[in-house]
């Protein structure tokens, strides 16, 4: 079975930079689709990003878009979420997530802080 662990959240001022990791164990073979989303306090949980496992294809929400990239290393089993230009807003408990092909969310990290100070 799959396991996800996030790891690369913290404290950072508005402006700076923070990448995200999330490491993938157990069989890879299986998953199709990796997605980014954040939580924050008193909010619902969004969407941030996608990326496709083989293909390498992605997707960002409007509110990251530009400033958060993506990315795997199907070699280490990893999926990374770069993210430049944060703002207070981004503020957020993140998690990775596998996305299956028929549009549902099989699995979850235990997520990661993410806290922007102005």
């Known amino acids: 079975q799959v396991q996800l662990v996030e790891s690369g959240g913290g404290l950072v001022q508005a402006g700076g930079s923070l990448r995200l990791s999330c490491a993938v164990s157990?069989?890879?073979?299986?998953?199709?689709?990796m997605d980014w989303l954040r939580q924050a306090p008193g909010k619902e949980r969004e969407f941030v990003a996608r990326?496709?496992?083989?293909?390498?294809?992605?997707r960002y929400s409007d509110s990251v878009k530009g400033r958060f990239t993506i990315s795997r290393d199907n070699a280490k089993n990893t999926v990374s979420l770069q993210m430049n230009g944060l703002k207070p807003e981004d503020t957020a408990v993140y998690y990775c997530a596998l996305y299956d092909s028929l549009g549902r969310y099989t699995k979850w990290g235990q997520g990661t802080q993410v806290t922007v100070s102005s």
């Open positions: 157990g069989p890879t073979f299986s998953i199709y689709d």
């Open positions: 990326i496709n496992w083989s293909t390498g294809y992605t």
